[in-house]
């Protein structure tokens, strides 16, 4: 470093360094901007000529010239005609803020739910298929694509629904998008733009989301109450909804299964009120007491959006997820992702697409399976010794469980006090649209991203709180 | 494959492959299943008795069960005590409707504009950036992440819009986004809700984008002229507009850079207006005739939302952008990115991240400075040959041209015609706001996803169209 220092005017501290292998004119034009940005060349002030600022710098003037010129282009400075060049009003930025620190506490536990196991994501699987696919793309595909998605992915995701979640799936219908809030927040959009006001959404259930991506689209939200065999479709229809987020097959968070009656009646409903199904299908891959039940949309295709996402299969990061809409909403969804995002990135969807298709998203899926269910033993087993007297619910799917504090349990201070014992638990009232004084203290154990010897200990140290014995 | 049909009732065909390697019960509730939605199993009709079935079929009585005890749970079948199982009410779908043919035509030369060299995409680099950054990635990244981006990309994006674009970039203002529709679309939400009631564009620009995202947005948008200087700021003035989308570096489309003067007066207007100028910085990186213009967010980073995007850079397929913004405005864009869509994609930011810090994006840019620079002095040569009284502007940087046809010349008449020689043009009024009788006819003719040999032959083939003489 040889850094050559004019002095002249004694507060434009400019340097070039000719080792540094950066062109002397770009080094120069930085200098100066940085001079005005950080003050210390000021608005109005005279700049040295470029014969002056050449000598001093040992440069020829034609570049400081070039320089001046540039930066004269970018606004920076104004030269007129017989006079000096000068720092051009209003090319000044204000001071950066102070950053805050952040402090990240590391836990023993994590009960977080939404999360699946994160160091299980098939890193290798993916790279070949990202390889695969890019290997295999054609040059068009690196255009803008469809915005209703990729048609390979599109095709094999139906065969996939059809065959995984037994839906009548037609790629026509499906529209690719980043998850199940962007899909969410598409297809509130579109039902506004066909005249639905209300959306209705289970409670308790996913009210922020939906609260809101309904708001986001210009309507009202309303709680319906969710009881054993699933949504109170009685009272869903005592609102004035046209819409209603579900999630049939393990309602979130409770865990139960829309009794079968109750599905023909939530149909039902949705045909007589002209009202639109979303199925909110989060977790259906992964079912342990016997194979998951089928996807509502299956029953009644022409009312039901039903979402799926990879966030939950695979990993959040991904960002993929898909619509498989009744036909008559596949063009208006689609021209809603085309005006959002003009679609998902082309080389993840035909990943995915070969991840499918190579049966490596199944062997996936299988050993997930295995994962959570030995991850749910384990909970089952650490509250049966901890806390025998809790009541444990909604475990036949997915990897969250409820549990049922006693009554009069405060949630907020568990979770609190939890917290301090380094076990990371959450209550079920951030769930909850209505909340009164009977609502049942309970708690929303997530065990996909905990592996099964932080289950043990973590239910241990928090056995006190839970009204049962320390281990 | 030894099928075995049953014959009772006749209508109910259902078939079992004890060779296919898929379990007895997924076949058996997949075909009642497909009976049901294709119509062979209508609403309220009687199915055989589970035992019936099961001497049919061959299988055993409790697998039948269990498949009408989960058809029953998914609502396509009702039993009640004491009375035969029965097709559900309601549990049936409507035919998928017939598919239009697509018949995609192959142009000699295709001038279509916004789009680079898709066959230049660096494939190689990018999967080596994907697989190294897999191969660094921790395991908490596979999680949701921060909503305006990941850490490690907004640093490498701040160093590279310092170094190449001269702005006055922090990585905590920039938010990562899928491209610029999706920012522009963030950008004007976070603007009406600030109380932003009216979006100026440029005009000719992009009317449509802008508009359509304006309307989203629940603003006016309103065009200003645009004249051999840039956009017309006193124009702009006498509208009541609070935000201005522009192109200041390389005016999109006439190609003009914006007049020092004009970025001043601009600034000065956003200062005293209280307004945000948004910068699309849509083709920066490929100035042929000297630096490119710095960024009119280092002018002013207090009143500037950069937007920036790899889809003239590298590909639209990747959907990757960004916006470098004002700092109180950073939080409520994460925020609006977080409720559109949780975030981008973490592998394909940590993926360009590797990318532009290993210097293989500036390689790649390098190449394709050539390249480009190289298809201009082909269209130059081939218009000086076939039409060289057509005036041709707007070729200083980026991958297009505005071809100003002879007065009076009919636009969509050429356009059409050059599509019956199999040669795409695109005239300059599909991009006009403001179409007079006085607008003069133009064509905007990109030459970045188009070869040298295919732009001379071209240009030969619509010689006569341009008012020249053919080749």
């Given at each position: 470093m040889s850094p050559e220092w004019s002095s002249?005017?004694?507060?434009?501290?400019l340097a070039v360094d000719?080792?540094?292998?950066?062109p002397l004119r770009t080094q120069l034009e930085h200098g100066v901007r940085e001079a005005i940005r950080t003050g210390r060349l000021r608005v109005g002030e005279r700049l040295p000529s470029s014969r002056e600022l050449a000598r001093t710098l040992g440069l020829s003037r034609g570049l400081v010239q070039e320089c001046y010129a540039q930066l004269q282009a970018e606004g920076y400075l104004v030269t007129r005609p017989g006079s000096a060049t000068r720092v051009a009003a209003g090319a000044a930025a204000p001071a950066a803020p102070a950053r805050p620190g952040g402090a990240s506490s590391r836990l023993l536990a994590d009960f977080r739910?939404?999360?699946?196991?994160?160091?299980?994501?098939?890193v290798q699987d993916w790279l070949w298929a990202v390889r695969e696919a890019a290997r295999t793309m054609?040059?068009?595909?690196?255009?803008?694509?469809?915005a209703r998605g990729n048609a390979a992915l599109r095709e094999v995701l139906a065969g996939y629904l059809r065959r995984v979640r037994a839906a009548a799936a037609d790629p026509e219908h499906i529209v690719v998008c980043n998850g199940y809030a962007q899909g969410l927040g598409l297809a509130l959009r579109v039902l506004a733009d066909a005249g639905v006001r209300t959306v209705a959404f289970e409670d308790p259930g996913s009210s922020a989301t939906i609260g809101g991506a309904a708001s986001a689209a210009g309507l009202r939200a309303v709680p319906v109450p969710v009881d054993e065999h699933g949504i109170d479709v009685r009272a869903l229809a005592a609102t004035d909804a046209r819409a209603v987020v579900v999630?049939?097959?393990?309602?979130?968070?409770?865990?139960?299964a829309l009794a079968p009656e109750r599905r023909l009646a939530l149909v039902e409903w949705a045909r007589q009120r002209d009202a639109i199904l979303i199925e909110d299908?989060?977790?259906?891959?992964f079912r342990y007491?016997?194979?998951?039940?089928?996807?509502l949309q299956g029953l009644a295709p022409d009312r039901v959006i039903a979402m799926g996402t990879?966030?939950?299969?695979?990993?959040?990061?991904?960002r993929i997820g898909w619509m498989l809409c009744p036909p008559e909403l596949a063009g208006p969804l689609a021209r809603q992702k085309h005006r959002s995002d003009?679609?998902?990135?082309t080389l993840d969807q035909l990943a995915l697409a070969r991840l499918i298709e190579s049966g490596r998203f199944d062997r996936h899926l299988r050993r997930m399976r295995a994962t959570y269910a030995a991850r749910r033993t384990a909970l089952l087993t650490a509250l049966a010794e901890h806390a025998p007297a809790m009541p444990v619910t909604g475990?036949?799917?997915?990897f969250h469980a409820v549990a049922h504090l006693p009554r009069g349990a405060d949630e907020h201070h568990i979770v609190t006090a939890a917290r301090e014992l380094s076990v990371g638990l959450y209550g079920m009232s951030t769930l909850r649209a209505a909340r009164t004084a009977a609502t049942p203290p309970q708690l929303v154990l997530?065990?996909?991203?905990?592996g099964e010897r932080a289950i043990g200990e973590g239910i241990a140290v928090v056995a006190g709180l839970l009204g049962g014995r320390a281990g």
């Open positions: 002249s005017p004694p507060e434009l501290l000719r080792t540094s292998g950066r739910w939404g999360v699946p196991d994160l160091g299980s994501f098939p054609p040059v068009a595909a690196f255009d803008y694509g469809e999630t049939p097959a393990h309602q979130w968070p409770t865990g139960v299908d989060y977790d259906a891959e007491d016997r194979e998951p039940v089928g996807a990879v966030s939950k299969s695979l990993a959040p990061a991904l003009r679609g998902t990135a475990l036949a799917a997915g997530g065990f996909g991203n905990v």
